[in-house]
């Protein structure tokens, strides 16, 4: 993903970044703190209970404290320290983005920023022609027709099982996404959420948030019943075959909302990048004007201002 350069900041600049910065540190809440350590920092624990030291800790005169910067975790009576940094660790339901990498037999592999590629069996999702039934030798022969290598597909976590982690697609809402942007941020951006799904119908264009870091912005596409949609299919495609100029103004903006928020460190969610993309519009400023070191600093001091405001509501 292209990157912002913070270090072309101006002396003024970092200073009101570094405020900025500040202010939103300020406002965080104290629970939330303490479960956030850098190196050397010391992890509070019951030392009457015997406790297990996990990945992350290390004992030094008598006390744990952490070895890497990131989260404490604990799970029963283990302690251990989750890297920021570290790899997407996948959970039964988790909404996942990914690009199919190999197409074998009855099962596509895909990359979704995991140790390993995950697997989409042929079983595990919907057939183009909407009906519940076997899946036959044509059926697999004709695999390539639905995903093929280098496209981007949603899926579910299924779980793990023996040869691995496996997805699903049984719903209308998975599949394969085109006619957008696919970006990668570190996955502890992203948290999870009852919805991952946003259509912003003010500016035509779906927003897919990833729990493994993979965020999909691309055109809108509804929903429809495969039956009635294969009727139709043909007629429509040579009608329109491309994305409205507008739309695609707005899905940069939107791509480019991401990059900051990355860039910045800040939790990506919907209320956040449309609050990004109505001040760029607000400040007239071009798609590619929202990738400058200046943006960077105004979406800091604003989102300061935001929270300080949300803070004062309760």
Request: glycine content about 6%; overall charge neutral; aromatic content about 6%.
């Amino acid at each position: 993903m292209r990157g912002i350069d913070l270090a072309a900041l101006s002396k003024t600049q970092k200073l009101r970044l570094e405020k900025a910065l500040e202010e939103l540190e300020s406002l965080s809440s104290k629970v939330n703190s303490d479960a956030s350590v850098t190196i050397a920092d010391s992890i509070a624990v019951n030392h009457e209970d015997a406790i297990l030291k996990g990945h992350g800790t290390a004992d030094l005169n008598g006390e744990v404290v952490a070895t890497l910067c990131g989260i404490v975790e604990r799970v029963n009576k283990l302690i251990y320290v989750r890297g920021l940094r570290s790899r997407y660790k996948p959970e039964v339901g988790d909404i996942v983005i990914g690009r199919v990498v190999e197409v074998v037999q009855k099962r596509w592999k895909v990359e979704i920023n995991y140790s390993q590629d995950a697997i989409l069996m042929l079983s595990s999702m919907n057939m183009p022609d909407g009906v519940q039934r076997r899946r036959t030798a044509m059926d697999e022969l004709n695999m390539r027709s639905i995903f093929e290598e280098k496209d981007v597909v949603c899926a579910e976590v299924r779980g793990f099982q023996h040869d691995g982690l496996h997805l699903q697609a049984r719903s209308q809402k998975y599949g394969k996404l085109k006619g957008g942007q696919l970006l990668t941020v570190p996955p502890y951006l992203v948290k999870r959420q009852k919805q991952h799904f946003h259509h912003l119908e003010e500016y035509g264009f779906d927003l897919i948030l990833g729990c493994n870091g993979f965020i999909w912005v691309g055109e809108h596409i509804e929903a429809k019943d495969d039956m009635v949609e294969d009727q139709v299919n043909q007629s429509e495609e040579q009608e329109k075959n491309y994305t409205e100029l507008e739309t695609r103004k707005y899905i940069c903006r939107a791509a480019n909302a991401v990059r900051v928020l990355s860039t910045l460190g800040f939790n990506i969610t919907l209320e956040i990048i449309k609050g990004i993309i109505e001040l760029s519009l607000s400040l007239n400023l071009d798609i590619h004007e929202m990738l400058s070191s200046e943006f960077c600093v105004v979406v800091a001091e604003k989102e300061a201002e935001r929270r300080k405001s949300n803070k004062r509501r309760r």
